[in-house]
């Protein structure tokens, strides 16, 4: 049995599309290249059925990771989330010692993008946030080694 993959609902919805444009879209269309490819006979210096085998694979690799992310999905609505402490989907603002502010969104491991502000719950930062509570001084220990000590402003669900 597999662990559970936490996603938001945008993220389980960005998954499935990823995998039906695979499925549906990409895959079909390549296959109809390499049979026509095939077709022209040697197959050994036939650079169409050669890149076409290859890409085959790499969908079919990414389709058996999307569908094992998708069998192990469990969603979780941030909007119906009600706690005072950080939990999975909380968008947090916090403040370093040198008084600067940041807000991140602890979101699941597929759909974390840094210049959107969105963490993974399995990140060092998101560990170290996770269970604290809104005026709370959270020690954190950066890959480098430094420590930080942040405040917690503000624990927000939306």
Same mark, same amino acid.
Request: proline share 3%; aromatic share 10%.
């Given at each position: 049995?597999?662990? *559970?993959?936490?996603?938001?609902?945008?993220?389980?919805?960005?998954?499935? %599309?990823?995998?039906?444009?695979?499925?549906?879209?990409?895959?079909? *269309?390549?296959?109809?290249?390499?049979?026509? %490819? !095939?077709?022209?006979?040697?197959?050994?210096?036939?650079a169409d059925y050669q890149y076409g085998?290859?890409?085959?694979?790499?969908?079919?690799?990414?389709l058996k990771f999307l569908m094992d992310?998708?069998?192990?999905?469990?969603?979780?609505?941030?909007?119906?989330?009600?706690?005072?402490?950080?939990?999975?989907? %909380?968008?947090?603002?916090?403040?370093?010692?040198?008084?600067?502010?940041?807000?991140?969104?602890?979101?699941?491991?597929?759909?974390?993008?840094?210049?959107?502000?969105k963490i993974s719950w399995k990140s060092?930062? !998101? %560990?170290?946030?996770?269970? *604290?509570?809104?005026?709370?001084?959270?020690? @954190?220990?950066?890959?480098?080694?430094?420590?930080? @000590?942040?405040?917690?402003?503000?624990?927000?669900?939306?």
């Amino acid at each position: 049995m597999s662990k *559970k993959n936490y996603i938001t609902p945008e993220g389980a919805e960005k998954l499935k %599309a990823e995998y039906n444009e695979l499925f549906h879209g990409e895959r079909p *269309k390549l296959v109809e290249t390499v049979a026509w %490819a !095939a077709s022209n006979g040697d197959r050994s210096e036939n650079a169409d059925y050669q890149y076409g085998k290859k890409r085959l694979r790499e969908i079919d690799r990414r389709l058996k990771f999307l569908m094992d992310r998708l069998d192990a999905v469990e969603i979780i609505d941030v909007v119906t989330v009600k706690s005072d402490r950080v939990v999975f989907g %909380a968008t947090v603002t916090y403040t370093n010692e040198e008084g600067e502010s940041f807000t991140y969104q602890i979101v699941g491991e597929d759909e974390f993008d840094i210049k959107k502000n969105k963490i993974s719950w399995k990140s060092p930062l !998101a %560990a170290a946030l996770l269970g *604290k509570k809104q005026g709370d001084e959270v020690r @954190f220990t950066k890959p480098n080694g430094e420590e930080d @000590f942040l405040n917690i402003e503000e624990i927000e669900y939306k």
